[in-house]
């Protein structure tokens, strides 16, 4: 305004920078300031062109500088600054409040959370007795069967040993041999079994099961053994006497061993 008036009047050289921005800087307030403060002629033609209203009670303090100004003027700036503090606070404990909904949310998701844990904890607890259970009865059953394993390896060895016995004495029954001649001995015929072969197998494989089924088989074997036991000495006798002569006659016959199939071992279940 000075600039423009006629005459001119010019500013304080402090203020010559600032009058060729279009957008004052933060510093411009502070030379303004500066200006204003050690400028009284200045101040006082800034004061005339303004008011109170225009530019509000503190800074129209610091334009017309009454008595008394600068303890007004704190009391001012120290509310301002109390209402500033004020405005702060209330912002902080809105954002505080804000941080503890989503405190509250958050909380509330952990919560449902623990909640499906636990359910999935009590479920894997039932899974796991369940597991328990089944291997408490498994080594149970496991036990029963070692011991019916046990049984019937007894079982069966009661069996090879009471087979043995019987093989022995069947090896004590058998016939003679005919007696040796000049003639070329014609091919041996394989002596017919005593016994059903394939029954007593049968009877072996179902001892080797059960202990029930092996006495029973045992027994059973035994009776169909008795009768061809208790006819091998008359056989033998008379064998013996129909034989006589010609024993007399080429001296003490040399007995010859039944011949075996190609492949059987004499001391196996298909020998015997």
Do not use: C, N, Y
């Not at 600039?3 to 060729?20: T, W």
């Not at 500033?84 to 606070?89: L, M, N, Q, S, V």
Request: charged fraction near 35%; avoid cysteine; hydrophobic fraction near 40%.
């Amino acid at each position: 305004m000075g600039l423009e008036a006629d005459p001119p009047v010019p500013p304080p050289r402090g203020l010559l920078p600032l009058l060729h921005f279009k957008r004052l800087p933060d510093r411009a307030l502070a030379a303004a300031r500066k200006v204003v403060t050690d400028d009284d002629a200045f101040r006082r033609r800034v004061r005339d062109a303004t008011s109170e209203e225009s530019v509000g009670r503190a800074s129209w303090l610091f334009l017309d500088r009454p008595e008394s100004w600068s303890e007004e003027l704190a009391r001012l700036a120290a509310a301002v600054e109390d209402a500033d503090g004020a405005a702060e606070e209330t912002k902080a404990e809105a954002k505080l409040r804000r941080r503890v909904t989503v405190l509250e949310s958050s909380l509330d998701r952990t919560a449902e959370g623990r909640k499906r844990l636990e359910a999935e904890l009590t479920v894997a607890k039932e899974q796991l007795a369940d597991e328990r259970r089944a291997r408490r009865l498994a080594e149970s059953d496991a036990g029963r069967r070692r011991r019916e394993a046990d049984s019937s390896a007894a079982d069966l060895d009661e069996l090879r040993r009471r087979h043995s016995l019987l093989q022995q004495a069947m090896e004590g029954a058998a016939p003679p041999p005919p007696p040796r001649s000049e003639e070329p001995a014609a091919e041996p015929v394989p002596s017919p079994p005593l016994f059903d072969h394939a029954g007593l197998s049968g009877l072996i494989a179902d001892a080797a099961r059960a202990a029930e089924v092996l006495s029973r088989a045992l027994d059973e074997a035994e009776r169909l053994l008795t009768p061809a036991l208790e006819d091998a000495p008359r056989r033998q006798e008379a064998s013996t006497a129909s034989l006589g002569g010609s024993v007399r006659a080429g001296g003490a016959a040399r007995r010859q061993p039944t011949p075996l199939p190609p492949g059987t071992f004499d001391d196996s279940v298909e020998a015997a």
